[in-house]
């Protein structure tokens, strides 16, 4: 996942792009980049890293400009690469930049119409720069120097004829404004703020709520699927629908794992779906665990803490944080590479022995993916002196890949695919172990916003909202992106760092 970020202000930009970006990086930690438009021209600082080690002082102060976005990366197309850090820029029509999140399902093809179509070459890996480029084809075909906001409705209507897959949007045209799209099924969030500077108005646009929230935008709505949003830079507002067939099928595994707590996507708090996800599997537990002996309830920090502690308000039994967090260390799941990811569970969590010894402990987690979690927490409870270890899951099994903006290319990858509960629990070390129900699951998220009729849920269910997923597209995807296939397109990639990226 990635996180997004526009402002169209006032007063310069570059700093509340910035604390907007610290907010979001527990959606990219990979790579980070701003672009602000000053005096007709764009000013761009990216580099692989977190927000905190990519922009230095002397970055900060040439991001000039009243308006700009930002990107954080967590790859899940092409290399990570500093060349595939985000915005992109193009320069014809305008001079276009552009930062999205989400997974484009036919970026290859896509990249070939852009070479025989429009004599257009693209020359890194990135699904992003691929839509940038559709982008910039579509305004390219309106004849006047300035477009109005019903051409670039036109465009973005005809980019969403083209597009598949997830993106949320937000991009920049040089003497124009900000534009912010969604993709159709609203896979992705993206959330639209506002605040007033005297007697003008100023707006910001986001993945996450959190983000308004940190920088001082009130929160106005979310963008809807289909929906485009046109800011001038004299911070006059245009929205309209751009997708005939729009759906709302957000992604549910934000609820589950990458979103904030603090933030509400689709009118729906992420917090309080997670209290409703624990309070399920805690009546699920209930039912189904009556011989199991449960002293105390640990959740395995951080995005569990929330469910665990609803589960032990419905088993009556004690929540104690017996794991300690260190807090210079990212999230793991979205590191790149299983050697990371595994170094890093030992280094990020430690046990506090008191509430281990001789208990029968309850672990909660927010989800199982590849097990790397897991087996090493269960491993550190017996050690620190456990009787039994029950490990809990908020979300069911994951058991197929995902396409839309979660780097979970492979089957093999995943220790759920291909294997029932018991077999999950003897790989990882567990006494017991319980998933959520599905229907348990969508029933926690969608009571909080019942208009939405589906969610997307491709990881549990194997079902892909966008319709064109099919096995021989999740071969070549397997093919290109497991984890060996990234170490050689890595080194590979490291070739064409410099034509985009001088430093
Ligand atoms: O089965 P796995 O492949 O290990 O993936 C699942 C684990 O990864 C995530 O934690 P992460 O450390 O990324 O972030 P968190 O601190 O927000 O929980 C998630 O919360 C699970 O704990
Ligand atoms: N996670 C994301 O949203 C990634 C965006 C884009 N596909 C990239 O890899 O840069
Ligand atoms: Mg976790």
Same mark, same amino acid.
């Given at each position: 996942?990635?996180?997004?970020?526009?402002?169209?202000?006032?007063?310069?930009?570059?700093?509340?792009?910035?604390?907007?970006?610290?907010?979001?990086?527990?959606?990219?930690?990979?790579?980070?980049?701003?672009?602000?438009?000053?005096?007709?021209?764009?000013?761009?600082?990216?580099?692989?890293?977190?927000?905190?080690?990519?922009?230095?002082?002397?970055?900060?102060?040439?991001?000039?400009?009243?308006?700009?976005?930002?990107?954080?990366?967590?790859?899940?197309?092409?290399?990570?690469?500093?060349?595939?850090?985000?915005?992109?820029?193009?320069?014809?029509?305008?001079?276009?930049?552009?930062?999205?999140?989400?997974?484009?399902?036919?970026?290859?093809?896509?990249?070939?119409?852009?070479?025989?179509?429009?004599?257009?070459?693209?020359?890194?890996?990135?699904?992003?720069?691929?839509?940038?480029?559709?982008?910039?084809?579509?305004?390219?075909?309106?004849?006047?120097?300035?477009?109005?906001?019903?051409?670039?409705?036109?465009?973005?209507?005809?980019?969403?004829?083209?597009?598949?897959?997830?993106?949320?949007?937000?991009?920049?045209?040089?003497?124009?404004?900000?534009?912010?799209?969604?993709?159709?099924?609203?896979?992705?969030?993206?959330?639209?703020?506002?605040?007033?500077?005297?007697?003008?108005?100023? +707006?910001?646009?986001?993945?996450?709520?959190?983000? =308004?929230?940190?920088?001082?935008?009130?929160?106005?709505?979310?963008?809807?699927?289909?929906?485009?949003?046109?800011?001038?830079?004299?911070?006059?507002?245009?929205?309209?629908?751009?997708?005939?067939?729009?759906?709302?099928?957000?992604?549910?595994?934000? /609820?589950?794992? /990458?979103?904030?707590?603090?933030?509400?996507?689709?009118?729906?708090?992420?917090?309080?779906?997670?209290?409703?996800?624990?309070?399920?599997?805690?009546?699920?537990?209930?039912?189904?665990?009556?011989?199991?002996?449960?002293?105390?309830?640990?959740?395995?920090?951080?995005?569990?803490?929330?469910?665990?502690?609803?589960?032990?308000?419905?088993?009556?039994?004690? +929540?104690?944080?017996?794991?300690?967090?260190?807090?210079?260390?990212?999230?793991?799941?979205?590191?790149?590479?299983?050697?990371?990811?595994?170094?890093?569970?030992?280094?990020?969590?430690?046990?506090?022995?008191?509430?281990?010894?001789?208990?029968?402990?309850?672990?909660?987690?927010?989800?199982?993916?590849?097990?790397?979690?897991?087996?090493?927490?269960?491993?550190?409870?017996?050690?620190?002196?456990?009787?039994?270890? %029950?490990?809990?899951?908020?979300?069911?099994?994951?058991?197929?890949?995902?396409? %839309?903006?979660?780097?979970?290319?492979?089957?093999?990858?995943?220790?759920?695919?291909?294997?029932?509960?018991?077999?999950?629990?003897?790989?990882?070390?567990?006494?017991?172990?319980? /998933?959520?129900? =599905?229907?348990?699951?969508?029933?926690?998220?969608?009571?909080?916003?019942?208009?939405?009729?589906?969610?997307?849920?491709?990881?549990?269910?194997?079902? +892909?909202?966008?319709?064109?997923?099919?096995?021989? %597209?999740?071969?070549?995807?397997?093919?290109?992106?497991?984890?060996?296939?990234?170490?050689?397109?890595?080194?590979?990639?490291?070739?064409?760092?410099?034509?985009?990226?001088?430093?």
């Amino acid at each position: 996942m990635c996180g997004i970020v526009g402002i169209v202000s006032t007063t310069p930009v570059n700093q509340s792009i910035y604390d907007a970006l610290t907010v979001l990086q527990h959606r990219g930690q990979d790579a980070a980049g701003i672009v602000t438009l000053s005096d007709g021209n764009f000013r761009q600082r990216k580099a692989n890293g977190l927000v905190r080690d990519v922009f230095e002082a002397k970055h900060m102060q040439r991001l000039k400009g009243n308006i700009g976005i930002g990107h954080v990366r967590y790859p899940t197309a092409g290399s990570s690469s500093a060349a595939e850090a985000q915005p992109f820029y193009v320069n014809s029509p305008f001079g276009i930049s552009l930062a999205h999140n989400g997974n484009l399902t036919n970026a290859a093809q896509l990249k070939e119409d852009q070479f025989h179509k429009a004599r257009r070459h693209i020359n890194t890996t990135s699904d992003s720069e691929v839509l940038l480029n559709v982008m910039a084809h579509e305004l390219d075909k309106c004849p006047s120097l300035h477009l109005t906001a019903e051409e670039i409705f036109t465009a973005i209507t005809a980019v969403h004829k083209q597009v598949r897959g997830a993106y949320a949007v937000v991009s920049l045209i040089i003497n124009h404004g900000l534009v912010a799209f969604r993709d159709p099924n609203g896979i992705r969030p993206l959330v639209l703020g506002m605040r007033n500077e005297g007697d003008q108005k100023e +707006y910001m646009v986001a993945s996450e709520s959190v983000a =308004l929230d940190a920088v001082g935008f009130n929160f106005v709505r979310d963008i809807e699927p289909g929906e485009a949003v046109y800011i001038t830079d004299k911070g006059e507002l245009f929205s309209a629908h751009c997708a005939k067939d729009a759906k709302h099928n957000p992604c549910i595994f934000e /609820f589950v794992y /990458f979103a904030r707590p603090d933030s509400t996507i689709d009118k729906i708090s992420v917090y309080e779906s997670r209290l409703a996800m624990g309070e399920k599997l805690g009546q699920k537990i209930k039912r189904e665990w009556v011989d199991i002996d449960i002293d105390v309830v640990i959740p395995i920090p951080e995005t569990s803490c929330d469910s665990a502690l609803e589960i032990a308000k419905v088993l009556e039994l004690p +929540y104690r944080q017996g794991f300690v967090k260190n807090r210079y260390i990212g999230r793991t799941f979205i590191m790149p590479g299983q050697t990371l990811r595994r170094k890093s569970v030992r280094r990020k969590l430690n046990a506090i022995s008191s509430e281990f010894v001789g208990k029968n402990v309850l672990l909660v987690d927010d989800s199982i993916v590849r097990g790397t979690t897991s087996e090493q927490i269960i491993e550190m409870a017996r050690e620190a002196g456990a009787k039994n270890v %029950y490990l809990a899951s908020a979300a069911p099994e994951v058991r197929y890949p995902n396409v %839309y903006g979660i780097d979970m290319p492979s089957t093999d990858e995943l220790i759920a695919h291909g294997r029932n509960v018991d077999e999950i629990a003897t790989m990882i070390g567990a006494d017991a172990l319980i /998933f959520q129900d =599905l229907d348990d699951l969508i029933a926690a998220v969608s009571k909080f916003n019942p208009e939405i009729k589906k969610f997307e849920t491709s990881v549990f269910s194997g079902e +892909y909202v966008t319709g064109d997923i099919d096995a021989d %597209y999740l071969q070549r995807l397997n093919d290109l992106r497991n984890d060996g296939a990234k170490i050689i397109k890595e080194q590979e990639e490291i070739a064409n760092l410099e034509i985009h990226n001088e430093g």
